[in-house]
């Protein structure tokens, strides 16, 4: 299956390829590497095969996957479906612990009001989100820790 960022790390630097062999190593379109070619992707000369240096392929990559990068600034989310970083709708965001050290903030989008998440450590989390609401859950008590028995019971 084609991926739609390809990974420049599969890139051999010191090698030349042909469109051909960039397609296969991608597993992407002949067009598609065609299109790269006059998107900017320097070729070696104007000879047939085209030949594409391993280090230009590789920089092309990087630099058409940096290209779109935005990142956020402390207290800020991206919204997947506005594709922009945003601040929380009313500075408010959950925390749901993962491991004793990290957890995940969840928040809706202003814009959209989509749910928006982002990992974070949890002692960065005073310093990031510092003047917003954050709620930590708690935990679910759990029937067997109840000192009356379950209603539901068909014990006697």
Not at 3 to 11: F, S
Not at 108 to 116: G, I, L, T, V
Not at 135 to 156: C, E, G, I, M
Request: glycine share 4%; proline share 6%; hydrophobic share 35%.
């Amino acid at each position: 299956m084609a991926k739609r960022h390809p990974n420049h790390r599969l890139v051999k630097i010191l090698r030349s390829y042909s469109v051909e062999e960039v397609a296969n190593l991608f597993g992407i379109h002949k067009n598609t590497v065609r299109i790269w070619v006059k998107a900017g992707l320097p070729i070696s000369d104007d000879k047939r095969p085209m030949l594409i240096l391993g280090s230009d392929l590789a920089d092309f990559l990087k630099a058409r996957r940096t290209k779109n990068k935005q990142s956020c600034k402390p207290g800020e989310f991206y919204c997947f479906r506005c594709r922009a970083p945003r601040s929380p709708a009313g500075e408010m965001v959950d925390y749901h612990p993962v491991t004793e050290k990290f957890g995940n903030l969840t928040a809706f989008c202003p814009a959209c009001e989509c749910m928006m998440k982002r990992c974070i450590s949890r002692a960065k989390l005073e310093q990031v989100f510092g003047k917003m609401q954050i709620t930590f859950p708690q935990a679910l008590r759990q029937v067997s820790d109840s000192l009356q028995p379950s209603v539901n019971s068909d014990l006697k």
